[in-house]
């Protein structure tokens, strides 16, 4: 497995992914399925399934191996079991790998003995990871039955319909085998020779950032079309603690203990995922030594930075306690450190907030960054652009939040329309938005499947860079890049903000939205909650906390305060959010309203902070952008916008602001 340029042969047994869980604990015990039998297959599977976000606190293969698929829907593989099981080839639905960029949930795979994922649609992340370490991936299901009948695959079922560059490293066996080659000048890509044309924003910043030559440097080409495989250099290149450490050992195994990073004014490290895990994390990881496992990560992103001159935006300590963040790292992105026309790359899924300011912003995976940490490239194949034109404006109590789960909630949408393409945001619906809520958009592109999300910056962007960094408004202005008038996009679709109404995504999928006042219809009743979460990249902006005490204030005007039996969090993304907060009084209403107040951190989003929920049976209802099962503890978790994520912590029940009347 595989002989790379001939075939694949596959000797081990064939796993099911099944919306039956019978068929599935059946072929965990040792019963096998047949293709043949058609089963009903999950759609779905996030990368918080396939290796829980506790699980990666571990990095090495045979570790996480032992934790593969343990986070199915919730729990419903045990330890070892596809590891035990003999299984070569996974297979499921549609948007497989969905949710967070991490590598560690291929590699999971890869450790428990798989060797090909085959599903209906695969996530591009996830497929991209896949590639990077050898796991074979294919939509064919047709390969199933001649894997049955035990021949021998040729890889270039594996390679047919990739672009050249990917391809070259399925047929090598992975990312490193090939950039090896790349950076040693032994292979080198295709030249892009697309001849000059229209091109949409995110066209436009792919060529000029084109890798022409490594050696001496050369950037930019005249024009990109879809499906041009090529190397762009990154701007900006970050990474958290998470991630850190991995692609710390993938830099040094791969490049040397003498390996440096090239430019490392321009790389940035975040201790933002993990600081407020001692305040929550079960005894029962902390018996397998998953505290002090979480505790090396940080260890060993601080010795990276230190050895490579790197600037880490580190931990808050108050009152000689780790007390969160200095920032989420989506956060600080924006307030620091991008500028329009760059191309930002990020080891985590929500990069692509950063598209905001107009740049084009996407998450990596570990490979690819421990790759960019020496070359500054990252391969990238030239995606189709959706043209989404947002029409009029947001009604009374509708914002950002309300627009991606109503368009989440397209059938098409769901049905993976977006996968692997740029959503460009625009239209005098997005201008009219402040930036704070264009962040919303573009961060919760990729929960769309979509590659990144983009908006084309404008006067409020350069207000902005000018206001709170300082930047000349001239020079600022200068780096925007807009699309040509007769710009080929895939398709364009349009919004009319007017008709958007609040929507509440039901646990399990941010795809699973509905409209607000639907939702005692569709769940048999009123939703009490015991947990309301405001917080996260998604929901800690300034906007949020002017929402969040909007919302509370008038309920303390009302002689209201956080209903009984609810816990009401309220956390910042940044140290200068919460400084805003307090400067606006915010702070204040919270504090009075009954709230427990957060420090910037990934925090509960990631089951690693306070407000993340410890039965089954609880409810939370949180601004935060993912409710995939298990992510955020093992309750049941509603998205929504902050104003409903407010109104229903004093409520107690799921609910609008325009539902909270006087107290009774």
Not at 324 to 340: F, R, T
Not at 591 to 603: I, K, N, T, W
Request: aromatic share 6%; net charge neutral; glycine share 10%.
């Amino acid at each position: 497995m595989p002989d790379h340029g001939r075939s694949v042969r596959v000797d081990g047994r064939i796993l099911y992914l099944t919306e039956d869980p019978r068929l599935l604990a059946a072929q965990l015990g040792g019963a096998n399925l047949q293709h043949r039998s058609n089963p009903a297959l999950l759609d779905d599977v996030s990368t918080d399934e396939v290796a829980p976000g506790w699980a990666c606190y571990r990095h090495d293969r045979t570790a996480l191996g032992r934790h593969c698929l343990v986070g199915l829907r919730g729990g419903v593989v045990a330890m070892d079991a596809v590891r035990n099981g003999g299984f070569s080839v996974v297979v499921s639905g549609s948007s497989k790998g969905c949710g967070s960029s991490r590598e560690t949930a291929p590699l999971a795979e890869l450790g428990a003995g798989i060797r090909i994922v085959i599903a209906r649609s695969i996530e591009r992340i996830y497929r991209q990871n896949a590639q990077n370490i050898g796991l074979l991936t294919s939509t064919d299901f047709s390969l199933l039955e001649r894997i049955e009948r035990g021949e021998p695959i040729p890889i270039e079922e594996f390679t047919r319909g990739l672009d050249p560059i990917s391809a070259a490293i399925v047929e090598r066996g992975g990312w490193f085998a090939y950039d090896r080659d790349r950076y040693g000048g032994r292979i080198s890509p295709a030249p892009v020779r697309t001849a000059e044309r229209p091109m949409t924003l995110a066209e436009k910043i792919i060529a000029s950032h084109a890798v022409v030559r490594c050696r001496p440097e050369q950037l930019g080409v005249r024009a990109v079309r879809p499906g041009d495989a090529l190397f762009v250099r990154a701007d900006v290149r970050f990474s958290h603690e998470y991630v850190t450490a991995m692609a710390r050992e993938l830099f040094r195994d791969e490049f040397g203990d003498d390996a440096r990073v090239s430019q490392p004014e321009s790389v940035f490290a975040f201790r933002d995922h993990l600081t407020l895990l001692d305040d929550v994390i079960p005894e029962a990881r902390v018996r397998l030594g998953l505290r002090e496992q979480a505790a090396s990560l940080a260890t060993a992103q601080e010795d990276f930075a230190r050895r490579h001159g790197i600037r880490l935006y580190g931990e808050v300590v108050r009152a000689g306690r780790t007390r969160g963040s200095e920032a989420i790292c989506h956060h600080k992105v924006i307030e620091q450190i991008a500028l329009p026309g760059q191309i930002v790359v990020g080891s985590d899924s929500h990069t692509c907030m950063a598209g905001a300011l107009g740049c084009l912003a996407f998450g990596i995976g570990s490979s690819d960054l421990a790759g960019a940490w020496l070359t500054g490239d990252v391969r990238i194949t030239v995606p189709q652009s959706i043209r989404l034109v947002l029409r009029g404006r947001l009604g009374e109590g509708v914002c950002a939040k309300d627009v991606m789960l109503h368009l989440l909630a397209e059938p098409s949408w769901r049905a993976g329309r977006s996968i692997g393409k740029i959503l460009e945001f625009t239209g005098e619906g997005v201008q009219s938005m402040p930036l704070d809520e264009r962040s919303t958009l573009t961060n919760m592109a990729v929960e769309a499947g979509a590659f990144t999300g983009i908006v084309e910056a404008d006067d409020r962007v350069v207000e902005h860079l000018a206001s709170q960094r300082g930047i000349d408004a001239h020079a600022a202005r200068a780096r925007i890049v807009r699309s040509d008038p007769d710009a080929c996009h895939c398709e364009t679709f349009e919004i009319d903000l007017g008709a958007v109404e609040p929507m509440v995504a039901l646990p399990g999928d941010p795809r699973n939205a509905v409209p607000l006042r639907r939702l005692a219809e569709l769940a048999g009743g009123e939703v009490r909650i015991d947990i309301a979460y405001g917080g996260s990249c998604t929901g800690g902006k300034k906007l949020d906390m002017d929402m969040y005490a909007a919302v509370l204030g008038d309920a303390l005007a009302r002689g209201r305060r956080v209903a009984p039996g609810v816990r009401l969090y309220v956390q910042f993304g940044s140290q200068e959010v919460r400084r805003y907060a307090r400067r606006m009084g915010h702070i204040d209403v919270f504090e009075r309203v009954g709230a427990r107040l957060v420090e910037p951190s990934c925090g509960a989003c990631i089951g690693a902070g306070p407000g993340v929920s410890e039965r089954a049976d609880e409810v939370t209802v949180s601004a935060v952008n993912r409710n995939f099962p298990g992510r955020s503890g093992p309750g049941q978790v509603y998205l929504a916008s902050p104003l409903v994520v407010a109104a229903s912590a004093v409520a107690g029940r799921i609910a609008h602001p325009s539902e909270l009347g006087p107290e009774r």
